[in-house]
């Protein structure tokens, strides 16, 4: 995220009797078989989902934890969605709320909705789970939507469906992480998965999706069904004003849809370059298709896997540089995942850095990456300045739950400026071969998978450049910019 101060109907994935597989599953990853209705006059979602969970950890599982980030936006919420400085522009319509309610899980020997703010649905399973089996489970579930301008709700033009669906907990040396949402960055830690989504709602609307698909319609309504594979989400805009042009980058298509862009047609063309630029300089892009969409929105834009979101309040004026970010979230995230929620320095930062380097190499956008450096570089030691007269000494470490961040001011100032200033700073101490090549083997290694800071070091050692104490001087706080 970056913040700013077209398979037939009826496709279904037979996965067979529900519970535990009888012998041990080819599956590597899970798989996401989602069948859905929307209904507009309550702003409901109706859905079962069956999904398939190959244990893939070494340890035998008499359980599964799923994140429920759906229910940060109902009443009560420990913590909300939005924070205290974007909700009057996010909810356009005053207090509003949302939520997820589980109606049943077949396939389990019970579940609860739990977690430090409801945000965990833990699935107990009738037998035990052992490395290299399968659990198959159906959720059935309800996703009310909050009238906001944010990832999941019914925003001023359009609605955004992201994360309505329950999603699998990534599995760490501590067994299932599990992570309340946070109004700071982007709190989804999701492994890659396989997804099938079939929709069905008015026939009016028009759908901005991921993965590759297409609609049928009768009787009033359309039903929108697509596959994606390997991806760590599906996410959809839907809306009766969005309109769409079509381009490619070399052999990827490239979509963008929009409401109330004044020069699509530069938008567009901003994401065919990125696309490319990226794909020679980090690595061949990993997904079929490529989808941007401008929509009700508080922030800069929105990263999910094969798709973006830009915000339809963007000045003219940022929207290359917002583009550029969401678009390189493509490798640093969608492809090669990290712990958003621990480490958020790890894709921020990269993304945020990326897009200079992509500014620099097109500066008939009207940026350069010296300016977008001295941006970075004077909102970072204004931030320390500042923070320097109310601490004794300010905490400037990076690798914090972005729980532990104050607000905005400094969850901005650390994951995105400071990320863009250390990779600036390795850059400048190994030299371009050596960075770029560390880059690159960032994505061949770890595409698909969930680095951590010490993968992402390794790389640039496996090119050569000894970088772990320069790492380790920023993120540990001990370095002065």
């Not at 078989?33 to 340890?59: C, H, W």
């Amino acid at each position: 995220m970056r913040k700013l101060l077209c398979i037939a109907a009826g496709i279904a994935i037979a996965l067979g009797a529900m519970g535990l597989s009888a012998c041990k599953q080819e599956a590597k990853t899970a798989r996401y078989d989602i069948r859905g209705e929307y209904f507009p006059d309550e702003n409901k979602l109706v859905a079962e989902m069956e999904v398939s969970v190959p244990n893939q950890t070494e340890n035998a599982l008499d359980a599964l934890s799923f994140e429920l980030w759906a229910n940060a936006y109902r009443a009560g919420a420990k913590y909300a969605p939005v924070s205290e400085l974007y909700r009057p522009s996010a909810y356009y319509a005053g207090t509003s709320y949302g939520g997820i309610e589980i109606s049943s899980v077949e396939g389990a020997a019970g579940y609860e909705v739990c977690g430090e703010d409801e945000n965990i649905l833990s699935v107990s399973l009738g037998d035990t789970l052992y490395p290299g089996d399968s659990a198959r489970l159906k959720i059935s579930f309800t996703t009310t939507l909050a009238k906001v301008d944010h990832r999941l709700g019914v925003g001023r033009k359009n609605i955004n469906l992201s994360y309505f669906y329950p999603v699998l907990c990534s599995y760490g040396e501590a067994g299932f992480r599990e992570y309340v949402y946070s109004c700071n960055g982007d709190p989804f830690v999701a492994e890659r998965a396989d997804y099938t989504l079939s929709l069905t709602l008015p026939a009016e609307y028009k759908v901005a999706h991921n993965g590759v698909g297409e609609a049928t319609v009768a009787d009033g309504k359309q039903t929108v069904t697509l596959e994606a594979a390997g991806v760590r989400d599906v996410a959809l805009v839907v809306g009766t004003q969005l309109n769409c042009l079509t381009a490619e980058a070399g052999e990827v298509p490239v979509e963008y849809w929009y409401t109330s862009d004044s020069s699509p047609e530069t938008t567009l063309k901003a994401a065919t370059d990125a696309l490319s630029y990226f794909s020679r300089t980090f690595g061949e892009y990993g997904y079929p298709r490529y989808v941007l969409a401008e929509t009700d929105f508080p922030y800069g834009g929105m990263e999910y896997s094969g798709l973006a979101m830009i915000s339809s309040a963007l000045q003219r004026k940022d929207v290359p540089a917002v583009v550029a970010h969401e678009t390189a979230h493509q490798w640093w995230y969608g492809m090669v995942g990290s712990n958003q929620f621990e480490n958020a320095w790890q894709d921020e930062g990269l993304a945020e850095y990326s897009a200079a380097l992509f500014l620099g190499a097109h500066p008939e956008y009207g940026d350069s990456y010296e300016n977008a450096m001295k941006r970075s570089e004077s909102g970072y030691r204004a931030y320390f300045s500042y923070r320097a007269q109310i601490e004794d000494r300010a905490d400037t470490s990076m690798n914090k739950p972005l729980t532990a961040f104050t607000g905005e001011y400094e969850y901005r100032n650390i994951a995105y400026d400071k990320g863009v200033i250390l990779f600036d700073r390795v850059r400048l101490a190994v030299g371009d071969r050596k960075f770029f090549t560390g880059l690159k083997n960032y994505v061949s290694g770890y595409t698909g998978k969930i680095a951590s800071p010490e993968d992402l070091i390794s790389c640039f050692h496996k090119a050569g450049a000894n970088v772990e104490g320069l790492f380790r001087s920023f993120t540990d706080g001990a370095c002065v910019i």
